[in-house]
């Protein structure tokens, strides 16, 4: 399973970069839609934290954005306590990552590079968890359940608010 894992991971990862760079096609999976969807909304809402965050990234990360990456979700999830807010976020980052180095003149290259770290991270270092959770098909649950909620549900201030975790965690480990 954790090959198939890994190559689902890789799938989401690429077309959720390729959706943040100007390629519009047709999500591949109702997975990805769900994964553009929500990542978009997250990155939406908290727009100007990710452009802060996008600076101190790229001033820290030199030459190797992917490194760097990876180093930033291990530490992350160096708690523990993974859950779809955290993965969404780490997608929405990611996204806006890509998004920012192609505007500086990177090439695609880079943005493949970008997904598979996520697919490295969250298809083999997190596979268990992966597991646990009913793999993509569990995301796919969660977005589904949260999309039968209003806008203004728990459930939807409990996604933003495990990723707002995430996201306050790249902040310290960006500025330090």
């Known amino acids: 399973m954790s090959c198939w894992l890994w190559k689902e991971t890789l799938i989401l990862a690429e077309d959720y970069i ?3 760079v100007g390629n519009q096609r047709t999500p591949p999976s ?3 839609e769900a994964m553009r969807h929500l990542a978009g909304e997250m990155e939406k809402q908290y727009q100007c934290k990710f452009h802060s965050l996008l600076q101190s990234f790229l001033e820290a990360c030199g030459s190797d954005p992917s490194t760097r990456l990876k180093n930033v979700m291990v530490a992350l999830v160096g708690d523990g306590k993974l859950n779809w807010g955290r993965v969404v976020s780490l997608f929405a980052f990611t996204g806006a990552l890509a998004r920012e180095l192609c505007s500086r003149g990177e090439d695609k290259d880079c ?3 970008l ?3 996520i697919a490295d991270y969250l298809g083999e270092e997190q596979r268990e968890w992966l ?3 009913e793999g993509w098909e569990g995301f796919n649950k969660f977005f589904r359940s949260s999309r039968e909620v209003s806008q203004d549900s728990s459930m939807k201030t409990a996604l933003f608010a495990a990723a707002g975790v995430g996201i306050a965690g790249l902040t310290f480990l ?3």
């Open 18 to 20: 390729n959706f943040c």
């Open 30 to 32: 109702e997975r990805a």
């Open 111 to 113: 943005c493949r590079r």
């Open 115 to 117: 997904a598979e770290t």
């Open 131 to 133: 597991q646990q959770n």
């Open 174 to 176: 960006l500025v330090r």
